[in-house]
């Protein structure tokens, strides 16, 4: 006897079946996804996969409804499911979207925004070829002729193949990497023992970008700290330092979720206060071993002023000093601060909107990152000074905050994005430090850098931490021209001081 081992749905099971297929397909394909691209696809191979995943699933899900009503069902069905699948997650790019602000409207662009072409058009895109392709296998299904179908059928295929070059264009143009540029002679040719490159370094087991220039790599290491927590740096040192390369083996490190490490974010939960200082100390020893150094130094503005001196505390035998500019001590107190001057400022300015603003926020901390973006934009209302024109003439310019070449197209991205989750993953863990009580004494020589025009919400706690700290050496070097950048608003001046730094301590 024969045994018969398939056979077709019958018509009430096709029926309920089919319609439902782009949900379940789409829907699963969703959970996936958000398992795999939490923050939506934030790499070039990663973009590729979700595009290329999603135009094939989309083509299921059409071919398996066999209704064009797959287009619109696959990429809802997609988007509830992909959202479900991370509420996990944190940060403003993910979270409830901001339409009350412009830089919420951004997040969501870059956001939600550039994931909907990345997933949810191709998805769109491949059902449509896949309701198509079952529509011509089982013409049954098909709707009687027409003119008036004809005409749009050809239109919507003129528009598909359009979409699907301007897809591939798009992969195209997002997969390309970010480079820096050779350090060149007069001549225009390479400098013997030169290093400039973008280098990949694996620390605490995720991979983050560090910029390595040095025009002799016989020179002593400085590893530069930015701010946030979340800026990336690589742009505006290019920018605003451009011959620190002439005197170090110049390291600027995109920290993980920053910039060009952005993909590193993930899993939030494990990027901590505590592991921060600790990559900050395994790339101290990766710059110390490679270049052959005892020691080297190391710079932190801001935020990096905190997981620099932390770094210091832990490990002081890995840097020659600590040169620290906008240094952080307190965090809570300096919001609060802030937050005082800005009610104080709305008072005499009868600006009733902010005063209102602030009494309904209430002082920090914040669970809002939008309300620390409120504080950041009233620095130059609270404290005002002329910029210098080196920094005024010099800076980078454009929505990513630099265009520098050391960002592909993907970085520009991300760059925004990147500032704003990582904030929200960080920020809210270093609310108890105070290097007041935490940090007495550092077993290395200190050089604080700080802008006579500094917010006093800074400028106090950092004083009063530096007349109590203990170290082998340790000085007070007040910029005049400054504010809470010296490092970029004097910069030959803060070279020059470097300089003298170096000459000091050796290494």
């Known amino acids: 006897m024969r045994l018969q081992t398939s056979q077709p749905l019958p018509p009430s099971a096709a029926r309920v079946l089919r319609p439902a297929a782009p949900a379940l397909v789409a829907g699963a394909w969703g959970f996936v996804s958000a398992a795999a691209f939490p923050r939506g696809p934030v790499t070039g191979t990663g973009v590729l996969v979700a595009m290329v995943s999603a135009g094939v699933l989309g083509w299921v899900a059409g071919f398996l409804a066999r209704s064009r009503w797959a287009i619109v069902v696959a990429p809802l069905a997609f988007a509830a499911c992909y959202e479900l699948g991370r509420l996990d997650v944190v940060g403003p790019s993910v979270d409830r979207p901001r339409l009350d602000t412009a830089i919420g409207v951004l997040v969501i662009v870059l956001g939600r925004g550039f994931g909907a072409v990345t997933q949810l058009l191709p998805l769109a895109l491949g059902a449509a070829y896949g309701a198509g392709a079952a529509r011509r296998r089982h013409p049954e299904t098909a709707d009687p002729p027409s003119r008036l179908r004809t005409v749009l059928r050809r239109s919507r295929r003129g528009v598909a193949a359009l979409t699907v070059v301007a897809l591939a264009v798009l992969g195209a143009v997002l997969l390309q990497p970010g480079t820096t540029a050779p350090i060149v002679d007069a001549a225009g040719a390479p400098v013997p023992g030169s290093v400039a490159e973008l280098a990949r370094v694996r620390l605490g087991g995720h991979e983050q970008t560090v910029l390595i220039r040095a025009r002799d790599v016989r020179r002593p290491v400085l590893l530069y700290l930015a701010g946030g927590p979340g800026q990336s740096d690589l742009g505006y040192t290019r920018a605003y330092m451009p011959s620190l390369e002439d005197d170090t083996v110049f390291a600027v490190w995109d920290q993980r979720g920053t910039g060009t490490s952005y993909a ?25 071993d490679r270049f ?18 932390l770094a210091v505390q832990r490990r002081p035998d890995l840097y020659a000093a600590y040169i620290g500019a906008g240094q952080m001590v307190d965090p809570r107190e300096t919001d609060r601060a802030i937050y005082a001057e800005m009610r104080a400022l709305a008072a005499r300015t009868g600006d009733t909107s902010r005063a209102q603003r602030l009494q309904e926020a209430g002082p920090p ?5 939008y309300r620390y973006v409120e504080q950041i934009l009233a620095y130059d209302d609270i404290g ?18 630099n265009g520098a070449g050391e960002y592909g197209p993907l970085d520009k991205v991300n760059k925004l ?30 050089y604080l850098v700080e802008g006579a025009h500094e917010l006093p919400a800074r400028l106090t706690p950092a004083q009063e931490w530096f007349a109590a700290l203990d170290a082998p050496d340790k000085q007070w070097i007040t910029f005049e021209a400054s504010g809470h950048i010296p490092q970029f608003e ?12 170096v000459r000091r301590h050796g290494a």
């Open 292 to 309: 052959g150094r005892t020691r080297i130094y190391l710079f932190g503005n801001s935020w990096g002023s905190i997981i620099g001196t």
């Open 384 to 401: 005002p000074y002329p910029k210098t024109d080196w920094f005024e003439n010099h800076g980078p310019t454009g929505i990513d905050g």
């Open 417 to 446: 994005k990147a500032l704003f989750d990582m904030g929200a993953v960080m920020y809210p863990q270093i609310q108890d430090v105070d290097f007041r009580r935490d940090v007495p004494s550092l077993d290395a020589p200190v």
């Open 490 to 501: 004097e910069y030959e001046r803060f070279r020059a001081l470097l300089g003298e730094i």
């Open 264 to 288: 590193a974010l993930d899993p939030h939960r494990s990027w901590t206060l505590d592991r921060a200082v600790a990559d900050t100390i395994e790339l101290s020893e990766y710059l110390r």
């Open 365 to 369: 901390p914040y669970r809002d990152v």
